[in-house]
């Protein structure tokens, strides 16, 4: 139990530090894009509930006899363009996430066959033909669970929150502070368990 324990640290250094840290330039350029894509969706969702009501306001107000004048076209523009901003910085993001992994990927096999080629005949043969294919594919979903699904996500979570707080803060400091506090709650409870499947994987 302990050497297992110390294989699964000695692999979690070996990913973090070897291969996220050399190329941290990319991780971080990487991590922007997904919070550039959300900040795009964000603001898609917040014009566009404000361009309902407002549109439901008016209607409303015409038909009680009020004289109402109401621009759609600066909306209707602004929608239009968080929403080709959101698809081209998905596109972005997934074109330029999954091109790390891959350059990670290089290394990994790399360094693997420089290992391998070290070995004897005999020690070869201790493993089947179809454990070593297992561990040759098993670091794809390492590194897609790693950087795509474990780090990046709640990275860019965080940044919509605070660029959140930050508006919300603008009418209200303690709704701001609340607003906070109720994310980071929902935060920490969705990653625990992401974490945890994981490791089990």
Not at 151 to 163: D, E, R
């Amino acid at each position: 139990m302990k050497n297992k324990r110390l294989n699964e640290v000695n692999s979690l250094r070996y990913w973090s530090i070897i291969l996220l840290w050399r190329h941290r330039n990319r991780v971080i350029i990487g991590a922007l894009l997904v919070f550039l894509t959300a900040a795009f969706a964000m603001a898609l969702l917040a014009l566009s509930g404000w361009f309902i009501t407002a549109t439901a306001l008016a209607g409303i107000s015409v038909a009680a006899g009020a004289m109402l004048a109401l621009d759609i076209y600066l909306p209707g523009s602004g929608i239009r363009f968080f929403a080709l901003g959101r698809t081209v910085s998905r596109y972005m993001e997934r074109l330029y996430n999954h091109d790390s992994v891959l350059r990670q990927l290089s290394l990994i096999r790399q360094q693997l066959f420089r290992g391998l080629s070290t070995f004897r005949a005999s020690e070869l043969k201790k493993q089947t033909n179809a454990d070593w294919l297992s561990r040759l594919t098993a670091d794809l979903d390492s590194m897609d669970s790693l950087l795509l699904r474990l780090l990046l996500p709640p990275f860019a979570a965080v940044l919509g929150l605070i660029l959140l707080s930050l508006l919300v803060s603008l009418w209200s400091y303690t709704a701001a502070l609340f607003f906070i506090y109720f994310n980071l709650i929902l935060e920490l409870y969705d990653f625990h368990p992401v974490s945890s499947i994981t490791a089990k994987r």
